[in-house]
């Protein structure tokens, strides 16, 4: 009896969150959120975009797991850090522990760190979970409420990372954070990139303009085998009510033109993501979404793997 019930909660596992990982399967990435930090429905948004919406999409996260060491990893801490953990168990049930085995954050703006509340003593009260952060991060969370009673009350644990180098998570997997220029207000941001047996994954939700990168960033899509990246507008026309040179990502179309001269095969590399609500790419039908998909770019899709 006890193993059919043992048998048939596996089984509940696989069919809520999607094919539990194979013990003998390698590290891989899968994508938990695809959405800028606002999510959709956007608050106060009254456009078509976000009218008739039954369900939130959830902001952008990526899972890391490892199921040979039996770990898991996120990288940001969405609002929406709750079904993106229930995800993450549910590929991995045999961990048994309920939190991540680690936390990595990209910079201090809501849609990448503030999922850390659920850890509080008002919700789960966790104990230590690890939490790797920049220096100014780092500060940032220890000394501003109401995430510093996090570190009093050891909820969490604050691993400094430092630029361009690496840290080891497992011994198949390693991480290491790049600094980029986006709006700094309270912390450095970072781009990362990690690496396991095979394959080597860019993840760089967050950026200014290209441009103003001293990374040659068509260099480095050649140096790895897949890059998530920024894709947060389609074009300035999405942005009607704001100044866009206040929040001034790289577009789509622009990206595509800067990428336009690489093979076939360094094309398929990039996948856009964490988009607006006005994105018309989170369209899989939509004009837009089409055309990014005949030049051989990829859209970013909640439950993608990419094996590490």
């Known amino acids: 009896m ?31 959120g695809t959405l800028q930090d606002g999510g959709s429905p956007h608050m106060g948004c009254e456009k078509d975009c976000c009218k008739n919406l039954d369900a939130l999409k959830k902001g952008v996260s990526l899972g890391l797991i490892d199921p040979v060491s039996n770990k898991k ?14 995800v993450l168990n549910g590929l991995l049930p045999s961990s048994g522990v309920k939190t991540p085995d680690g936390i990595f954050l990209t910079h ?25 952060a920049m220096p100014k991060m780092k500060s940032f969370l220890e000394n501003n409420g109401p995430w510093s009673q ?33 709006r700094d207000e309270f912390s450095e941001t970072v781009g990362f990139i990690i690496e396991g047996p095979h394959k080597k994954l860019l993840f760089i939700p967050d950026i200014d303009k290209w441009e103003k990168w001293k990374t040659d960033i068509v260099s480095l899509i050649k140096e790895v085998d897949h ?74 899709k909640i439950n993608l793997r990419i094996s590490l």
């Open 2 to 32: 006890k193993l059919f019930c043992l048998m048939l909660s596996f089984m509940i596992v696989a069919v809520c969150h999607g094919q539990a990982t194979n013990p003998k399967q390698g590290p891989f990435v899968v994508v938990l």
């Open 73 to 86: 990893f996120l990288l940001e801490a969405t609002p929406d850090i709750v079904s993106q953990t229930n």
């Open 108 to 132: 201090a703006h809501i849609g990448h760190y503030a999922g850390l509340m659920f850890l509080g003593k008002e919700a789960m009260n966790s104990k230590a979970v690890p939490v790797y």
């Open 150 to 182: 996090l570190v009093t009350l050891d909820n969490i644990q604050i691993n400094p990372l430092s630029e361009g180098k690496w840290e080891n998570i497992s011994p198949s997997l390693r991480v290491k954070p790049i600094l980029v220029p986006h």
């Open 227 to 300: 890059a998530l990246i920024d894709g947060t507008f389609y074009s300035a026309a999405e942005v009607g009510n704001r100044n866009i040179a206040e929040i001034p990502h790289p577009l789509v179309q622009e990206s595509m033109q800067l990428f336009d001269s690489l093979s076939t095969k360094e094309k398929e590399k990039i996948i856009f993501i964490h988009f607006n609500h006005t994105n018309p790419l989170l369209n899989e039908q939509s004009e837009e979404a089409r055309l990014v998909k005949s030049k051989g770019f990829r859209i970013a």
